[in-house]
């Protein structure tokens, strides 16, 4: 696709479950990011891949979140036994360079409400 | 954590107006980036400025960065409707991922 694509749009989980998000980056890019944006907030960092290596996952808040980009393309964001604190828009970046800090390109984010 | 703060937080302007807004930071910096959110939608990137540069124009949008006050500015000229838009500033330290700040949120109205 042109852009970044990340499904679902919008998810509502109950307490307890667990939720995964797809981020489909742009084709070639090769580093991909994950942010956390809550209401009213800037977008907080999460995590970094570069390939299938996630070189930094030092924003992820605690060990129920996972992320994988297992071939170099697609990832995923995995929350287990969601709480109400993770409700937030989820949004996934990809950037056509390695390293952290260049222009990224974002998807529309999918809004998860933990009740 | 998020390094960059913006200010003012909320600007309200009519269209034609000059909308500035600001961001600053506390470390030093490689680049600085500027982005721009529609409600309900994805950022999307305006402009990259280094920091051994001082100024940078796109359009009608203008970036100046003053790496001894560790801040920078935005300005949007002749604003318009369409500019209505939340806009965040970026940074990076070495090796990390951009941070982002809280952001400014702007209305134009016609």
């Known amino acids: 696709g042109a852009g970044v694509s990340q499904s679902p749009r919008y998810k509502v989980a109950k307490r307890g479950q667990d939720v995964a998000l797809r981020c489909d980056p742009i084709s070639g890019h090769v580093s991909l990011f994950w942010y956390q944006q809550a209401l009213g907030q800037g977008p907080e960092f999460l995590t970094y891949?570069?390939?299938?290596?996630?070189?930094?996952k030092s924003g992820l808040p605690s060990d129920r979140f996972f992320a994988e980009r297992p071939e170099g393309s697609v990832s995923t964001l995995k929350i287990q036994r969601t709480q109400q604190e993770d409700s937030a828009v989820y949004l996934c970046?990809?950037?056509?360079?390695?390293?952290?800090?260049?222009?990224?390109?974002f998807g529309e984010g999918s809004r998860l409400t933990v009740l | 954590s998020q390094q960059g703060e913006e200010d003012p937080q909320a600007l309200s302007i009519q269209e034609g107006e000059n909308a500035t807004m600001n961001c600053s930071y506390k470390t030093s910096i490689n680049n600085l980036q500027w982005y721009r959110q529609n409600s309900g939608r994805g950022l999307v990137h305006l402009i990259l400025i280094r920091s051994n540069e001082r100024e940078k124009h796109s359009g009608r949008l203008r970036v100046t960065l003053d790496t001894s006050k560790k801040s920078s500015s935005l300005l949007i000229t002749a604003s318009r409707a369409a500019d209505t838009a939340s806009y965040f500033c970026a940074t990076d330290q070495a090796g990390t991922a951009l941070i982002f700040g809280k952001g400014t949120t702007l209305s134009v109205s016609s």
């Open positions: 970046a990809s950037s056509p360079i390695q390293g952290p800090t260049g222009e990224l390109f």
């Open positions: 891949f570069q390939n299938e290596a996630q070189l930094d």
